[in-house]
């Protein structure tokens, strides 16, 4: 496919703009949406969100929670960013939920990335509270309470501080069901946590520990890529019956924006999503690199000049499936071997490590499953095997490139 | 404050509000901001809790001839009540020596006894609740069979039966578990238990039926206490706050390690006021006195809402576990001398002898009802067998099963088609299994 001539760039430019006019005038509820053409589409003009009413309550397996006594027109939905839709979500379980309480360090005042913004003050300090700096305190307290029945939410300030409560989640929220005999069980604990790099976090405010505790057989991991997946999705945790780790990709708590349905709803935990289809390789991510993806599915259309010589122009044709994985723990395995199975190829990308990132683990089954269907190996685009350095950040995390450079190494292998 | 008309005055009261200024700062000078610990100007190095250099002092009701000491008070019992604790301190150890012999025997694969610890567990056992929520670490069983766990449940979870309900076959022995009694189920690694104590009292404050009128009670040894989460546990109980009753059981060692050894401090009741807790050290070989003072515990638990600590100090009698051999680290002699100075059974049966509330032909008629009710349990638990294979793949996940495990059945059910008559040890363990493993081989009739 060639990329579209300075004229019919000039065309589509205008077709867009008056697009635009017409969305402005017909719904003011709209985001901006992005600009038409020659643009490397960042999160903020994304076109995986979901920018307008109609597109949200669109979204695929949302499942409402309650009556829609809405008026006419249907359900509202609401401009939220990625920590109001969070916010959003845990404001509806302490509402229907009496025994639901929301805990962690500096939730009380808001929590430093607001996702607890106004919850003290609209529930009162007994179900919204600060504890001590102790995250295996948190975690165990967090399981004492889900033991009782009691719906408890705790927040892990940043997933780099999530280790000292790895015992406590992996050794006991784990697998308490398992060893009671089902007499006791903390399905009603779900454990919050920022992921991910933002930029410039280094070591420490930028790690991705998905990969140690899909080892925790027992627990359930689940990471949104946006707002209206992240209210689903966290709502879907908190009432799943089994121990929840939630982890908000940080860098999106701002970033990604949607008009958010208002009412009370849930997306299905351990079901990926098909956000692009395609036919000739399959990519697979999750969180803050699935927009790193669609800019390299963009890249790939309709690269730049610079980059035009050294994307072939076999491959610009190329129709990739991109595959919004969600859940870790347990992964849709099924969604993934279906598309790998059409398209021969498939490409994984996450910021962690190579080694024993959730990349081998999916590598691993895939190329059981689907052996005599690849027409090349599992490619995984990941960060490099060492800790996130600061000044590195732009090297380490894997950004649209390196998902470009996979796409054609495996599309032409 | 009206503003003065002239420069003068003006002048004036700027230097009578500095002075007023100066004066409130030289106030503020005097504690720090957000506290009320004195300044003094003598460099003062402090080291104790007690604030005399002295230990924590260790509360005592009864003598080592079971006699009330010069102005204790003696707990509110009747005979009734005492002889239901005596029993079960005699229940305990009676239960302890047919289980050890058994693991021995090889018919278990391990255990844990109680020897010597029989008055800090019956005593706060039965001065809790019977609804307390208690978490325990691994020798609170006594706590179990005063709550009317009953011998069969025992043995079910120690051979791992088709009965056992504290965990369907999955845990070591002595891993106890039971919702209806109020004790979460017992897990290995050490001190998790507390910060969960504390999430517990918590949720009971929060539940309106039970708010003040239950407590979360928390059992670990001086060695766990060491833990991380002894900290995180006592620090959120104490601040959040939640009514949680902690009991350390300090018995000396933790496996070999002696408590001189495993911290510096004065006990764990030191730590307590660095929670600001109210904190009690008790003999933990008088019944009576760990009575009264987990009594006392829990009721300051029940108004302040907040954490409250005992220490009972008592001395572990036997070994570890059956997987050691005290002796490999403390003489025969130090252990027979123990048992001679302060045995608490002896202790507390001479005071029910002097209240005209026991004797010897009670002591025998009760130690041989104790025996026989332990064999019986012991003799029917030894005919009852497994529960089905398929138990081993149950209860990971609530709910839809996932992919892994689906398929990781059917997997262990190709392999026992396959293998399951030529491979020897497959082979034999299958015969344990109510229906030999057929439920995981059949192929149909997949349970969840």
């Not at chain 1, 409560?165 to 069901?177: P, S, T, Y």
């Not at chain 1, 395609?278 to 800019?295: F, K, M, N, Q």
């Amino acid at each position: 496919m060639h990329p579209p001539s300075s004229t019919a760039r000039r065309v589509l430019n205008g077709l867009s703009k008056h697009r635009l006019a017409f969305q402005r005038r017909a719904n003011s509820t709209a985001v901006e949406p992005p600009p038409a053409g020659g643009h490397l589409p960042g999160v903020a003009t994304s076109q995986l969100l979901r920018p307008t009413r109609d597109a949200a309550l669109r979204t695929p397996g949302i499942k409402w929670k309650d009556e829609d006594n809405s008026t006419l027109g249907g359900r509202e939905t609401r401009k939220m960013n990625t920590y109001q839709a969070v916010r959003d979500a845990m404001a509806i379980a302490l509402a229907k939920d009496d025994t639901a309480v929301v805990f962690g360090e500096d939730v009380a005042f808001g929590g430093v990335f607001r996702c607890t913004m106004g919850l003290a003050e609209e529930f009162g300090k007994e179900r919204v509270f600060n504890t001590p700096l102790t995250e295996q305190g948190i975690a165990g307290f967090g399981i004492g309470m889900a033991s009782m029945g009691h719906t408890a939410i705790a927040e892990i300030q940043f997933a780099d501080y999530i280790f000292p409560a790895f015992d406590q989640l992996v050794n006991e929220a784990a697998k308490i069901r398992y060893r009671s005999g089902n007499s006791f069980n903390v399905g009603k604990l779900t454990v919050r946590t920022p992921t991910m790099a933002v930029g410039h976090g280094g070591l420490y405010h930028s790690q991705s520990p998905e990969g140690f505790f899909m080892a925790g057989s027992g627990l359930k991991i689940v990471i949104p890529r946006s707002p209206i997946q992240a209210k689903g999705l966290l709502l879907g945790a908190i009432r799943d019956p089994n121990p929840v780790i939630f982890m908000e990709p940080k860098i999106l708590y701002r970033s990604a924006v949607e008009q958010v349905p208002i009412d009370d709803f849930e997306l299905p935990l351990g079901k990926a999503e098909v956000l692009v289809p395609g036919e000739d390789l399959t990519l697979v991510t999750w969180g803050t690199p699935v927009y790193h993806c669609e800019t390299a599915l963009h890249v790939l259309r309709s690269p730049s000049e610079e980059l035009e010589s050294l994307i072939p122009a076999s491959v610009r044709g190329a129709k990739v499936e991109l595959i919004d994985l969600r859940s870790i723990l347990p992964w849709d395995m099924e969604t993934i071997v279906e598309s790998v199975n059409r398209t021969g190829r498939l490409v994984i990308v996450h910021e962690a490590g190579a080694i024993g990132g959730v990349g081998s683990e999916i590598a691993s089954e895939i190329q059981k499953r689907c052996f005599l269907k690849l027409n090349a190996p599992v490619r995984r685009v990941t960060g490099w095997d060492i800790p996130v350095g600061l000044t590195y950040e732009k090297f380490h995390i894997p950004d649209a490139i390196r998902v470009v450079d996979a796409i054609i190494e495996t599309l032409t292998y | 404050m009206i503003r003065p008309a002239s420069s003068l005055a003006r002048r004036a009261a700027t230097a009578s509000s500095a002075r007023r200024t100066l004066a409130t700062t030289a106030r503020r000078c005097e504690n720090l901001p957000k506290s009320t610990s004195p300044i003094v100007s003598k460099l003062n190095f402090f080291n104790s809790v007690t604030g005399d250099g002295t230990q924590i002092p260790t509360y005592r009701v009864l003598d080592g001839s079971g006699k009330p000491l010069e102005g204790a008070e003696v707990p509110e019992i009747d005979e009734a009540f005492a002889t239901r604790m005596y029993e079960n301190m005699m229940l305990l150890p009676a239960l302890d020596n047919v289980l050890y012999n058994v693991q021995r025997q090889g018919k278990i694969s391990f255990y844990m006894t109680s020897y010597g610890e029989e008055a800090t567990i019956i005593g706060s056992a039965a001065a809790l609740d019977m609804e307390d929520e208690v978490l325990g670490q691994y020798r609170e069983m006594g706590v179990l069979l005063w709550r009317g766990f009953g011998l069969d449940n025992v043995m079910a979870q120690c051979f791992g039966t088709s009965e056992d309900a504290s965990s369907k076959g999955r845990q070591m022995p002595v891993h106890f578990g039971s919702p209806q009694h109020h004790f979460h189920t017992i897990s290995s690694p050490l001190a998790t238990q507390i910060p969960q104590a504390a999430g517990v009292g918590y949720a009971l404050k929060r539940d309106p039926a039970r708010r003040s009128k239950h407590i979360a009670a928390c059992y670990f040894g001086e060695g766990a206490a060491s833990e991380g989460d002894f900290h995180a546990g006592l620090l959120l109980a104490s601040t959040i706050p939640s009514p949680t009753l902690f009991l350390a059981r300090n018995n000396g060692f933790a496996i070999s390690t002696p408590s001189t050894e495993q911290f510096f401090g004065d006990g764990i009741a030191a730590r307590g006021p660095g929670y600001g807790i109210d904190t009690l050290r008790v003999d933990g070989n008088d019944v009576l006195a760990v009575l009264s003072a987990v009594r006392a515990a829990r009721q300051r638990c029940l108004t302040q809402g907040r954490a409250v600590l005992v220490e009972a100090m008592t001395y572990r009698v036997g070994h570890h576990s059956t997987s050691d051999d005290s002796y490999a680290y403390r003489s025969r002699g130090e252990v027979e001398e123990r048992k001679r100075v302060d045995d608490p059974s002896g202790r507390f049966r001479r005071f029910l002898e002097a209240r005209g509330w026991w004797g010897e032909e009670r002591e025998k008629e009760a130690r041989e009802r104790a025996k026989k009710g332990v064999m019986e349990a012991f003799r029917r638990a030894e005919g009852v067998g497994r529960g089905e294979l398929g138990g081993l793949f149950e209860d990971v996940y609530e709910g839809e099963q996932p992919w892994n495990l689906v398929e990781q059945r059917e997997e262990l059910g190709r392999l026992l088609r396959k293998y399951g008559k030529a491979w020897g040890p497959w082979k034999n363990e299958l015969g344990k299994f109510r229906g030999e493993g057929r439920d995981v081989m059949g192929g149909e009739g997949k349970s969840a």
